[in-house]
């Protein structure tokens, strides 16, 4: 995708951050700062943004992984997957879906209990009982949310809730 035909990204309704809807939308990037491949973080006010340039266009989301909110815009980006550089956590930028839990396990947004991950050859991890297991247990890795994108004279604009 070039600079000329850079375009906003799709992503499903559901998954568009609240408070967006009617928003106006706020000029966050040059497009040119903003080559094929790459994340930029752009902080407004409260909000930290992340912007990314994937094969299926331009995506702006939290800059927060959607599990225990590391920015997601100093880990690596392939193709249209996120991965987070605290837990491994890797994520769909088109979709908003969990492709790899992160390595502590947890809930996934349907609710489903993942264990604890260890890499292949190594010994399973385990929690010694206490608080810090049970929090693990009950860490819910949601789905990604949407800002709306559009480029307009060479400008990524972002509708950002008020606040």
Same mark, same amino acid.
């Given at each position: 995708?070039?600079?000329? !035909?850079?375009?906003?990204?799709?992503?499903?309704?559901?998954?568009?951050?609240?408070?967006?809807?009617? +928003?106006? $939308?706020? +000029?966050? *990037?040059?497009?040119?700062?903003?080559?094929?491949?790459?994340?930029?973080?752009?902080?407004?006010?409260?909000?930290?943004? *992340? *912007? +990314?340039?994937?094969?299926?266009?331009?995506?702006?989301?939290?800059?927060?992984?959607?599990?225990?909110?590391?920015?997601?815009?100093?880990?690596? *980006?392939?193709?249209?997957?996120?991965?987070?550089?605290?837990?491994?956590?890797? $994520?769909?930028?088109?979709?908003?879906?969990?492709?790899?839990?992160?390595?502590?396990?947890?809930?996934?947004?349907?609710?489903?209990?993942?264990? !604890?991950?260890?890499?292949?050859?190594?010994?399973?991890?385990?929690?010694?009982?206490?608080?810090?297991?049970?929090?693990?247990?009950? !860490?819910?890795?949601?789905?990604?949310?949407?800002?709306?994108?559009?480029?307009?004279?060479?400008?990524?604009?972002?509708?950002?809730?008020?606040?």
């Amino acid at each position: 995708m070039s600079e000329t !035909t850079a375009a906003p990204a799709a992503y499903p309704a559901s998954l568009q951050a609240v408070g967006t809807a009617h +928003a106006r $939308f706020e +000029a966050l *990037l040059d497009l040119s700062e903003l080559p094929p491949g790459s994340m930029r973080r752009v902080t407004r006010g409260e909000t930290d943004v *992340l *912007l +990314a340039n994937t094969p299926a266009g331009i995506v702006a989301t939290d800059d927060r992984c959607p599990h225990m909110s590391a920015p997601l815009s100093i880990g690596e *980006l392939d193709g249209c997957v996120v991965a987070c550089p605290l837990h491994e956590g890797r $994520f769909d930028l088109s979709t908003g879906e969990t492709v790899q839990m992160p390595t502590t396990g947890g809930l996934d947004s349907e609710g489903t209990y993942h264990p !604890t991950w260890s890499p292949a050859g190594r010994e399973p991890k385990t929690d010694p009982p206490g608080k810090k297991a049970e929090a693990r247990r009950l !860490t819910r890795v949601r789905r990604l949310r949407y800002y709306p994108v559009r480029i307009e004279n060479g400008r990524i604009e972002v509708a950002l809730p008020a606040g």
